[in-house]
């Protein structure tokens, strides 16, 4: 409800962030309930410092379309959950085999690795649990509800983000090629985002040219934000990043900076964000977040 | 639909078990989709000769209520996935370290730990993919719909079955007690039982007094099932079970058996399946599904 002058993003994002955060803490059960164990796993990842990029979106979206924001916390906070899941399990020996996540050591290091494979587990089943409360979405009509959930079930699972990992995994240390580099990113990364920007919108009521629109954004912004993520990798400070850089290129990952080289890809980067700009250019002031944060994402440094 | 007397369980499971494969097979994509891993390590564990207990309770408490089955043949096979991928996490080195499973390889032996890891985030996500589905589901109310998808994740996640699974393994080595031992069989095994038999009812539309019963019948077979899995782990036949038996005592698990003795363990499945006849002794023959499962339980061999 900004100005587009007015509008100061870190401000923005930080005020979104307090209100996600406070959302997932008042969901999730204290780390004293019975086992005390899977609570505090799941509260130790799920409150590393977590940027909460897909909640924000998915409440941007509906903002874009004029739509309240509050009712849309629980679907909000079920994305994080599920990114956090991800990032649970992508840490774990068998597949990344991280030691640090946003600073701090992963969760495998801090629990064990059942207790990270359960905590993830939770995490998922806690995501569709929350989504399908009627305590907590009495009000959004029970169709969009499901529409959502079926949307964002397919972005996290094996047509996205389960099926970005595994081609991920398998293309170590192979040759990389466009086709395969895009599947990667457009599943791994892209499908949750994308999810995120519709769920906003969907739940919203948005007409379908505007859901159409905001998917065209959040397909353009998805990508962009994986290859700047690459490039991170290649040239992030480590402080910054709290994770080590570089790990891409030694585990023989497949990456846009690997296959283009560093300048191409900030030019895709760039390319994409004009593109996702676009697409939501016949929006008001009122979509000024989504613009804000398609420029952050390039230029971010963590 | 059968007579008391005409009515032959080996039959009618075999039946129901078709039934659920054809459908299961029918839903889940082809190994030849891509990346074809995934959908391999999926189908590989999803099609390993279960009994579909879960799918054809929910199927048989509708039945028990005058409802139809071939509607629910979605949410069935979506609670077989969640079991399905509950037991390729539990097998992992991390968990369990189960080397057969069923008298085959575990997924993790097969394709590895991380697509392991992968197909079970998979068919958890699945699961609700399924569920949402308004292509499969489209003549379910919505409402009761989402009922179901929040009762099932509730028995899934840190309320039910992964709490059960994080108290299981925790418990290793330790002195066993009943407490924790209630807790282990109602929350790993039985919560996700109790929910197969409440979703048959729920989606039937059954009458909130029918819901109560069936609740009841579902809660006293969950941990009648769980003792006689027990039971069977320390004196079943292995070519029989497709497992290892005596890995219960060996790792030192909290177990019926191990705390009160095989023969009182026997009486309790035995009461248990009374108090499961009793709880649904008001229905009439419909039901008789539902009473042969009961008595299935406790006396079979694998």
Redesign the interface.
Known sequence: MSAEKGFVLSDYLAARKEMIDQALDHYL?QAD???P???QA?RYSLFAGGKRLRPILCLAAAEAVGGEIQPLLPVACALEMIHT?SLI?DD?P??DNDDLRRGRPTSHKVF????A??A???L???A??LM???DRLGQTP??K???V??NI??A???WGM??G???D??SEEKKANQETLD?IHTHKTGAMILASVRAGAVLSGARVKDIQALSDYGRHIGLAFQIADDILNVEGNRSILGKDTGSDAERGKMTFPGLWGLESSREKTVELVGLALSAIQGFDDRADALRAIARYIVERKS
Do not use: C, K
């Not at 064990?112 to 207790?115: D, I, N, P, Y």
């Open positions: 059960p309930n019975y086992p164990l899977i609570f799941v899941y399990h774990l068998a597949m064990g690795e059942a207790a494979i359960l993830g587990d939770a998922l089943t806690e569709f649990h399908s409360s009627r029970a169709e509800l499901l529409q959930i079926h079930a397919e996290a699972g094996f389960v099926g990992q595994v081609v995994i398998q599947y």
